[in-house]
């Protein structure tokens, strides 16, 4: 996993929208956990039994001790998770009402990783790589992306990118276009794709998107995901749940999704299994207090419903 790490500072609440001029407001709950996309993947991957190394970068600091510390507790190889002196960690409040939240980022050393923290030797000896959270890191990984992305190709593994929500709003340049190339599976949300196609809805995102025989799922939420793998469009969902936090699920999916490919499954099978992830890890607060087990998510994803929606 290649990305972003750094705490979740989690607020639950029916209401938790602060209100300024110095106006105190009660909230259910807040808590430290564990937080950055790469990272919540990394533990919900470790969960469902794949071997799992995280590329990152922290700050020399309580909170980059206290990730590196989760993370290893979790299983996850953090020996290539680089302390940066003098940077602080990156740090992420999240308000949190269930099945929506907004989010607050201080980057931190979070936006110090390049392409030269990669050791060759991790990228030599993957099955699968993912990135994630490529906006957050588009100035310091971004122009070295493609070409990690490339060898690992060259390697014999999979590649992924989610590349979530971009703050500046611009969705892209060159390197972004670059790094897609060398994706053989993009991950984006409803709301991502769209942006990223420079699209309409996401029907025409999905057309845009799928170039070249480029496999793309877009997550959406409750509603389950849409995958495309060649000429044909499947519809995956699953029985509805009710959520209790929403934070990290497409993380979760993402690490259910990849278990199922490098488990052998078709890429609807896979999705379905990265449905079950994400839904599961929603029954309690924080993006891997719930991250379920790979027999946890497969029984869940054995309720999938797959169906083709057309060919295009």
Same mark, same amino acid.
């Given at each position: 996993?290649?990305? %972003? *790490?750094?705490?979740?500072?989690?607020?639950?609440?029916?209401?938790?929208?602060? @209100?300024?001029? $110095? $106006?105190?407001?009660?909230?259910?709950?807040?808590?430290?956990?564990?937080?950055?996309?790469?990272?919540?993947?990394?533990?919900?991957?470790?969960?469902?039994?794949?071997?799992? /190394?995280?590329?990152?970068?922290?700050?020399? %600091?309580?909170?980059?001790?206290?990730?590196? &510390?989760?993370?290893?507790?979790?299983?996850?190889?953090? *020996?290539?998770?680089?302390?940066?002196? !003098?940077?602080? =960690?990156?740090?992420?409040?999240?308000?949190?009402?269930?099945?929506?939240?907004?989010?607050?980022?201080?980057?931190?050393?979070?936006?110090?990783?390049?392409?030269?923290?990669?050791?060759?030797?991790?990228?030599?000896?993957?099955?699968?790589?993912?990135?994630?959270?490529?906006?957050?890191?588009?100035?310091?990984?971004?122009?070295?992306?493609?070409?990690?992305?490339?060898?690992?190709?060259?390697?014999?593994?999979?590649?992924?990118?989610?590349?979530?929500? &971009?703050?500046?709003?611009?969705?892209?340049?060159?390197?972004?276009?670059?790094?897609?190339?060398?994706?053989?599976?993009?991950?984006?949300?409803?709301?991502?794709?769209?942006?990223?196609?420079?699209? @309409?809805?996401? &029907?025409?995102?999905?057309?845009?998107?799928?170039? +070249? !025989?480029?496999?793309? @799922?877009?997550?959406?939420?409750?509603?389950?995901?849409?995958?495309? &793998?060649?000429?044909?469009?499947?519809?995956?969902?699953?029985?509805?749940?009710?959520? @209790? %936090? =929403? #934070?990290? +699920?497409?993380?979760?999916?993402?690490? !259910?999704?990849?278990?199922?490919?490098?488990?052998?499954?078709?890429?609807? $099978?896979?999705? +379905?299994?990265? *449905?079950?992830?994400? /839904?599961?890890? =929603?029954?309690?607060?924080?993006? #891997?207090?719930?991250?379920?087990?790979?027999?946890?998510? +497969?029984?869940?994803?054995?309720?999938?419903?797959?169906?083709? *929606?057309?060919?295009?």
């Amino acid at each position: 996993m290649l990305g %972003d *790490c750094n705490p979740d500072v989690l607020v639950l609440g029916d209401d938790v929208a602060p @209100v300024f001029g $110095q $106006q105190e407001k009660l909230v259910d709950g807040i808590s430290l956990v564990i937080g950055g996309s790469a990272a919540i993947t990394a533990v919900a991957a470790a969960r469902l039994g794949l071997r799992v /190394a995280l590329v990152a970068a922290v700050g020399d %600091d309580p909170a980059g001790a206290f990730m590196r &510390d989760q993370l290893a507790a979790e299983g996850v190889d953090v *020996c290539r998770v680089v302390v940066r002196a !003098g940077a602080p =960690t990156g740090m992420t409040v999240a308000l949190s009402r269930g099945g929506d939240r907004a989010i607050l980022t201080a980057l931190g050393a979070v936006a110090s990783l390049t392409a030269a923290d990669v050791p060759e030797a991790l990228l030599a000896g993957a099955g699968h790589v993912h990135a994630s959270s490529f906006f957050l890191l588009e100035d310091c990984l971004g122009p070295g992306l493609a070409g990690l992305l490339a060898a690992a190709h060259s390697a014999g593994a999979a590649t992924s990118l989610d590349t979530n929500w &971009d703050p500046s709003g611009r969705w892209g340049g060159e390197h972004l276009a670059a790094a897609i190339a060398q994706a053989d599976v993009l991950l984006p949300n409803e709301a991502e794709a769209v942006r990223l196609a420079g699209a @309409v809805d996401v &029907d025409a995102a999905l057309d845009a998107l799928a170039v +070249a !025989g480029r496999r793309v @799922v877009v997550k959406l939420g409750e509603r389950g995901a849409l995958c495309v &793998d060649g000429p044909s469009r499947q519809r995956v969902s699953l029985p509805p749940v009710r959520p @209790v %936090d =929403t #934070t990290g +699920a497409g993380d979760c999916f993402n690490a !259910g999704l990849i278990a199922g490919l490098l488990d052998g499954l078709s890429l609807p $099978q896979a999705v +379905a299994l990265g *449905c079950a992830a994400g /839904a599961l890890s =929603t029954a309690a607060p924080g993006g #891997t207090a719930s991250a379920p087990s790979l027999a946890a998510a +497969a029984r869940l994803a054995a309720a999938a419903s797959i169906r083709i *929606c057309g060919d295009r």
